[in-house]
Every structure is written in structure tokens, then in C-alpha cells.
């Protein structure tokens, strides 16, 4: 649907319309709007899931999420009530130019949440690796194999929290108007946030050789 709308209001004039009639340009704006409000509402529902997403985290995405569904909604009644063209085309326009559901807004969201993610296994998995290395102490000394593997554990999670610390902050404050000159900033996040996900897998790794050791 997305190429069919874009089609329609690219389209130069009457002569070089994509659609027929008023109607068919309508349903198919409409149906790009609709798709978009669902997956927005399948956004605030992933958010609303993810328990370590942090507060000002989530009370932030909450206020952007809400007012592009709304502003979509009302969007909708502004595009069924045209009576050219024209009009429709200009409008139609707008679903992609005012909100960026799909470039910014989504995206965005989803690099956050997982992004949280990471930060709260990493700085849990610091935690097992201070415990860790209290017990050590007590013990007086570890084998080699469980002391790389705790130094190891304690630099791929710092790595992580590195890599996925500055994700929400980066994002959190990119605006639909700033595309596409926000769209390197969305493009570091993920690799940022493939490397902090790549370090959390080594030191989940690393946890687990911890464990073993210690049984």
C-alpha cells in the first residue's frame, strides 16, 4: 500500500493520476493509515511488555507513540472528507512526511526497548561477577579457567553497557521532521547495538563457564 500511496501523490496532475477515482485514492491512504495505526498499537504493547525498559524511557516513547496514532486517526477523517485529487494527494503525503512510522518512529522504539534490554542484563551480569569475585577472595584464589572467564565476563558486559548506554539518549529526541537527516544517528544505534548485543552473548557465555567451574 505504501507504494501505491506514494504513487498517488506523486502523481503530477489529473492526466498522470495512479488512481481512477476520488474513492480509490481514499481507500488506499486510508488503508496505509489504518496499517500504521496497528503497528503503532503493537509498538505501545511491546512497551507496555518490556519490564526493563526505564521509566523515562518508556514515559517518553509513551509520548510519541500516543499522539502519531491519534494524529493518523484524525489524519484519516481530514483524508475522507477531500474532494479532489489534489487535495487528496497533499494529504496523502503527509502519512509519510508527518509521522515517519515506519523510518523513524518504529525503529526508534524498537532500538530502545532493546537497547534497555541489554543494559539490564549487563549491569545484572556485573553484579554475578562482583558476587563471584567476593566468593574468590574468601576462598583464597580460583583456578585459571574460572579467573579469565570472570575477567572476561566483567569486560564484555562493560562493553555492552558502553556499546548501548548512549542508544536512548541518541534516539529518544529524533522527530519525523528530521528525516533524513537523523537517519545516520538510526543507522549508528544499530550498529551500536549489535555490538553491545555481540559482547552480552560472550559474557552470557562467560557465565555460564563460571557456573560450571563452581559446581
Given at each position: ?95 509519510v512526511t508527518t509521522y515517519r512510522v ?77 528525516y533524513p537527516a537523523n537517519r545516520p ?26 557456573q560450571a567451574a563452581l559446581k
Amino acid at each position: 500500500c505504501l507504494l501505491a500511496c506514494l504513487a498517488l501523490v506523486a502523481a503530477p496532475g489529473l492526466a498522470g493520476a495512479q488512481v481512477a477515482t476520488l474513492a480509490e485514492g481514499k481507500a488506499l491512504c486510508d488503508t496505509a493509515i489504518t496499517k500504521r495505526v496497528t503497528d503503532l498499537a503493537a509498538v505501545r504493547r511491546l512497551l507496555d511488555a518490556a519490564t526493563r525498559v526505564g521509566a523515562s524511557d518508556r514515559a517518553t516513547l509513551d509520548g510519541q507513540i500516543d499522539p502519531a496514532s491519534r494524529g493518523l486517526t484524525t489524519l484519516k477523517g481530514t483524508i475522507d472528507a477531500d474532494t479532489t485529487l489534489r487535495q487528496l494527494r497533499l494529504d496523502c503525503r503527509t502519512i509519510v512526511t508527518t509521522y515517519r512510522v515506519y523510518l523513524v518512529l518504529i525503529p526508534k522504539a524498537h532500538l530502545v526497548v532493546a537497547a534497555d534490554r541489554v543494559l539490564a542484563a549487563s549491569a545484572a551480569l556485573n553484579n554475578v561477577a562482583t558476587l563471584v569475585q567476593g566468593k574468590i577472595a574468601a576462598s583464597g584464589g580460583a583456578s585459571g579457567t574460572l579467573q579469565t572467564a570472570l575477567t572476561d565476563l566483567t569486560a564484555k558486559a562493560g562493553g555492552a553497557q558502553a556499546a548501548a548506554g548512549g542508544i536512548p539518549g541518541a534516539l529518544l529526541p529524533l522527530e519525523a521532521s528530521g528525516y533524513p537527516a537523523n537517519r545516520p544517528t538510526l543507522l549508528s544505534a544499530r550498529a551500536s547495538l549489535a555490538t553491545a548485543q555481540t559482547d552480552l552473548a560472550a559474557a552470557l557465555a562467560d557465565a555460564k563457564t563460571i557456573q560450571a567451574a563452581l559446581k
